[in-house]
């Protein structure tokens, strides 16, 4: 069965504490992993699209990077205003995931200042 | 702007009765999404379509329906078999069937 798992649930850091937040999924074949930032009462924003092993990409202080198993957002000297909710969807090859994204349980991240 | 448009933003229902939720984008986008999103648990697909008058069930549509009759709506209904539909629902859309989506703010509907 497809599946997508994100940890930790929670996570809280210090301003400027760098750290990273795990995505892990299992797919019969990876049309892309996304990576969303959901601010509380708000619709989710997009931020990362990563298609293939290896492939990284960046915007300000995260950095997403993909292995065949699993995707890191690290997020580098964190600022109170990063503290949301990231989520992680995963679209999967086969008839029954057709324009369909799997998503985790997403990781709520508070930045302390 | 291009953008989502989801309404009303708050919406309470008394049990039994059947409540719709709008979706409306100007992004020219294909494909429209519905998702529910309760606490502690991922988004779950409601309905998708992918081209005007089609749209297939998610992995949740039971208790739910939905019309595509122009590209640029796609309406929710809650209907009263819908066993538990206090949650926060969420509308989105997409170039492609796989490309990124695009999410509008929400509509968080009470039951009473």
């Known amino acids: 069965e497809d599946q997508v798992t994100q940890s930790p649930e929670a996570l809280r850091l210090q301003e400027g504490e760098s750290s990273s937040l795990n995505c892990s999924y299992t797919v019969s074949g990876l049309r892309g992993l996304f990576w969303y930032r959901q601010d509380p009462g708000k619709g989710p924003e997009f931020l990362f699209t990563l298609y293939s092993a290896g492939e990284e990409k960046e915007k300000e202080r995260l950095k997403a990077t993909l292995t065949k198993k699993e995707s890191f957002l690290h997020i580098t000297a964190p600022k109170p205003e990063d503290s949301a909710t990231y989520l992680c969807a995963v679209g999967a090859y086969g008839s029954s995931n057709t324009g369909k994204l799997i998503f985790g349980q997403g990781t709520t991240l508070q930045v302390k200042p | 702007d291009g953008g989502i448009t989801q309404s009303p933003k708050y919406l309470f229902r008394k049990e039994g009765q059947n409540v719709t939720l709008s979706c409306e984008q100007n992004?020219?986008?294909?494909?429209m999404y519905w998702y529910r999103q309760d606490p502690g648990q991922g988004l779950r697909l409601i309905y998708y379509s992918q081209i005007v008058n089609d749209f297939q069930k998610g992995d949740i549509a039971e208790g739910y329906s939905v019309s595509r009759e122009k590209k640029e709506s796609f309406p929710l209904t809650v209907t009263s078999a819908q066993k538990n539909p206090t949650a926060f629902y969420l509308c989105?859309?997409?170039?492609?069937?796989?490309?990124?989506?695009?999410f509008g703010e929400g509509s968080r509907l009470t039951v009473l």
């Open positions: 992004l020219n986008h294909d494909a």
């Open positions: 989105a859309s997409s170039r492609t069937p796989w490309g990124e989506l695009f």
